[in-house]
C-alpha cells in the first residue's frame, strides 16, 4: 500500500495535469476499477469500464505513462455514472499504458487498476495504384485506383523534380471516388515526380504512395534550311527543309525589318515549305525566322540566325549623253549604267509635256517640236519585270528661231 501511494506521488504529484498539481492521497476504503476493455483506431484509444456507483465515488482519473515513462494525469471524469472515455491526437501504430482511478468528493483516491496497455492501429496506406501520363503538351496527368476505406474525404498531390528533394503540395482533390489530376502550366520536356495522400473526414493523413515519374512534351525541333532570296522582284521567297515532326500543324514565319532587333514580328503561317512575301517595294531588305507548330499548339523555337532576303532593286538611272537639233527637230542619245534596261521612257518638258514610251533603243528623235520653246528630256530604264528606273539627269536645248 505504501509503495502504491509512492508510485502515484511520483508519477502525477510532479507533473502537469488537469486540476492543481497535489499529493494524491490513497484511501484504501475507495473501490478500485479491475478491468478495463479498450478498443483502438489510428489515432484514438476508447475505453470502457463498470462504474461503481458507491455513494463516496465521485469519478475517475485517467493516467497516462508519458515517454519518460512516468504517469500523468490526462482526465479527470466528474460523474461516477460514466463508464467511457477516449483519448485522442495518438500517434498510429503506438503502444501507450494507464492507470485507472476512482476519486472521491474529498479528492481521495483509490487504489490504481492495474496498467491497461493498449495500442494505436497503424496509419491506413495511399492508394495501391497510381501513374503518371507522360508526353503531355506543358502538363503531366496523374491518375490512381480510388482507395476502398469509406471515410476517405479527399487526395492530395504531391510534386518534386530530379533537381530537388523537397515536395509541394500542387493540388487537392476532394471525393473518394475521384481518381484524377491534372498538373498543368508545367516546362516543356521536363521530368516531374508526383506521389499522392489520402486525406479522411476526420482530418488523417495518410503516408505518400509510391512516387511515379512524367515528362512533358518536348517543343517540335527547330526548322532547319531556312533560306531568303535576293534580287527577286517585289518579293522575296522563303525556304526550309520540312519538319520531321509527325504531328506538325503548320508552320510560322517572323519578320524584321532590322537584323539588330531581338523582336520579330508575327508575319504569317503556312503549311507548306514555302512562303512567298510579297513586298511593294524595289531593294528592300527583310530577316526572317520560321517555327514549327504542332497538334498541341507547341511553337519550336526561332533560328539563332535569321535568314536575310531582299526585293530585286530597280536599274540605274540612264545618262544622258548628247542633245542637238536640225532646226526643226531635235536628236537625244544616252548610254546605260547597267544591262538590264530592255526599254526606257522619254519625259520631255516645255510646250506640251510628254511622255514617249516603249524606246528599245538608246536614242530618241523628237520631231513634234517648235522653235523658240525650250525643252528639258530626262530618261527612266524599265528592266523585264517592269520596274523602273529613277529618271536621270535632265538635260535641256532651244530650237532657235533664226
Not at 534550311?225 to 510560322?252: C, F, M, N, R
Not at 504542332?294 to 536599274?315: H, I, M, N, R
Not at 532646226?327 to 549604267?337: D, R
Not at 520653246?373 to 528592266?383: F, T
Request: aromatic fraction near 10%.
Amino acid at each position: 500500500m505504501i509503495l502504491i501511494s509512492i508510485f502515484l506521488l511520483l508519477g502525477s504529484g510532479c507533473q502537469k495535469s488537469l486540476e492543481a498539481p497535489q499529493t494524491p492521497v490513497v484511501d484504501p476504503s475507495l473501490p478500485k476499477i479491475d478491468s478495463v476493455k479498450t478498443l483502438s483506431d489510428i489515432t484514438e484509444i476508447g475505453f470502457e469500464w463498470t462504474p461503481s456507483y458507491a455513494e463516496r465515488v465521485s469519478g475517475y482519473y485517467i493516467y497516462r505513462a508519458s515517454d519518460s515513462g512516468k504517469m500523468e494525469k490526462i482526465a479527470s471524469i466528474k460523474d461516477k455514472y460514466a463508464s467511457h472515455y477516449v483519448d485522442t491526437k495518438l500517434k498510429p501504430a503506438t503502444q501507450y499504458n494507464y492507470r485507472f482511478v476512482i476519486f472521491s468528493e474529498d479528492k481521495r483516491e483509490s487504489e490504481p487498476s492495474p496498467i491497461v496497455t493498449a495500442s494505436t492501429n497503424e496509419m491506413f496506406p495511399s492508394v495501391s495504384y497510381v501513374k503518371a501520363i507522360v508526353g503531355l503538351p506543358q502538363r503531366v496527368k496523374v491518375v490512381w485506383r480510388p482507395h476502398s476505406y469509406d471515410r476517405v474525404e479527399s487526395y492530395i498531390i504531391e510534386r518534386n523534380d530530379l533537381r530537388s528533394t523537397d515536395w509541394k503540395e500542387v493540388g487537392t482533390i476532394d471525393g473518394r471516388l475521384n481518381a484524377e489530376y491534372i498538373d498543368a502550366g508545367l516546362k516543356d520536356n521536363y521530368v516531374y515526380r508526383y506521389r499522392v495522400r489520402v486525406k479522411t473526414y476526420d482530418g488523417l493523413i495518410s503516408k505518400p504512395s509510391e512516387i511515379v515519374e512524367a515528362n512533358t512534351k518536348p517543343l517540335p525541333k527547330e526548322v532547319e534550311g531556312l533560306k531568303a532570296t535576293s534580287g527577286q522582284p517585289k518579293k522575296i521567297v522563303l525556304t526550309w527543309e520540312p519538319s520531321s515532326e509527325q504531328d506538325l500543324v503548320y508552320y510560322k514565319v517572323y519578320r524584321s525589318s532590322s537584323s539588330l532587333l531581338s523582336f520579330y514580328d508575327y508575319h504569317a503561317k503556312t503549311k507548306s515549305t514555302q512562303f512567298e512575301d510579297l513586298v511593294n517595294d524595289n531593294g528592300s531588305t527583310f530577316y526572317y525566322k520560321v517555327t514549327a507548330v504542332d497538334k498541341d499548339g507547341l511553337e519550336s523555337l526561332k533560328q539563332k540566325a535569321p535568314a536575310t532576303g531582299s526585293t530585286l532593286s530597280a536599274p540605274n538611272s540612264p545618262v544622258p549623253f548628247s542633245i542637238k537639233h536640225d532646226g526643226s527637230s531635235i536628236m537625244l542619245t544616252w548610254s546605260a549604267t547597267d544591262n538590264r534596261a530592255v526599254k526606257y521612257n522619254i519625259i520631255r518638258e516645255g510646250g506640251k509635256k510628254q511622255t514617249f514610251t516603249g524606246i528599245s533603243q538608246r536614242s530618241f528623235h523628237d520631231q513634234d517640236v517648235s522653235v523658240g520653246i525650250a525643252y528639258k528630256y530626262s530618261i527612266i530604264a524599265i528592266d523585264e519585270y517592269g520596274l523602273a528606273s529613277k529618271p536621270s539627269e535632265s538635260f535641256s536645248i532651244t530650237i532657235p528661231k533664226d
